[in-house]
């Protein structure tokens, strides 16, 4: 299939109804919400990059949602750790979370606690709301560990290379299904 660059860019949007990044993150917390026995939920956690590019000024990473699965997702199934989640308005192109997303991958970020600080590293990053990542994109998202969320029928769905990764659904319920794949190194 022949695709022009400019038809993947606007293909590659944010979906839902969203009219602000708000509304986005309200309705990610709701499905989060019923969770609590399932995954820590942080928000707006900042980090540090371990790998800064060179030549670039300093920044801070700062990532819309971290969650932290407890036992019950690990014993189903779950081995990649926390995931970060970036949460966009709805209409919005997807190039630049994707780049975001690239960034967080180079930072640890810290979680706060009662006692101490918890520095962690994100497996896997989810851009929320993106039902889809197609073309030649999906690749460069999974081997760089980037995959999509989105809300179907309230329960929500976290897909990596197009396959279903996890599901929170609004019953309490969830489903787990390792990702098998963004493993390879080198040559491809």
């Known amino acids: 299939m022949n695709v022009s660059p400019a038809t993947i860019s606007e293909r ?14 309200a309705a990610l917390d709701a499905v989060l919400a ?5 995954v820590l939920v942080f928000r707006e956690v900042e980090g540090h990059y371990i790998q800064p590019r060179l030549s670039t000024p300093a ?3 700062r990532i819309d949602r971290i969650l932290l ?20 308005k709805s209409g919005t192109k ?36 993106v039902k889809d990542i197609l073309c030649d994109i999906a690749s460069i998202t999974v081997q760089n560990r980037i995959g999509n969320a989105f809300l179907r029928n309230g329960d929500l769905n976290l897909y990596v290379g ?18 098998q794949c963004g493993d390879k190194v080198g040559c491809r």
């Open 59 to 61: 920044k801070t990473p």
């Open 162 to 179: 197009g396959a279903t990764a996890l599901i929170f659904r609004t019953d309490g319920s969830f489903f787990v299904r390792q990702p």
């Open 69 to 88: 699965p407890r036992p019950p997702v690990v014993a189903a199934g779950w081995k990649a750790g926390p995931v970060g989640i970036e949460v966009k």
């Open 94 to 129: 997807a190039g630049p979370a994707l780049a975001q997303c690239m960034d967080y991958s180079r930072a640890a970020f810290i979680l706060p606690d009662r006692a101490s600080c918890c520095r962690v590293l994100l497996e896997w990053t989810f851009i929320f709301p």
């Open 12 to 25: 590659l949007t944010t979906c839902g109804d969203y009219a602000v990044e708000s509304d986005a993150e």
């Open 34 to 38: 019923r969770h609590e026995r399932n």
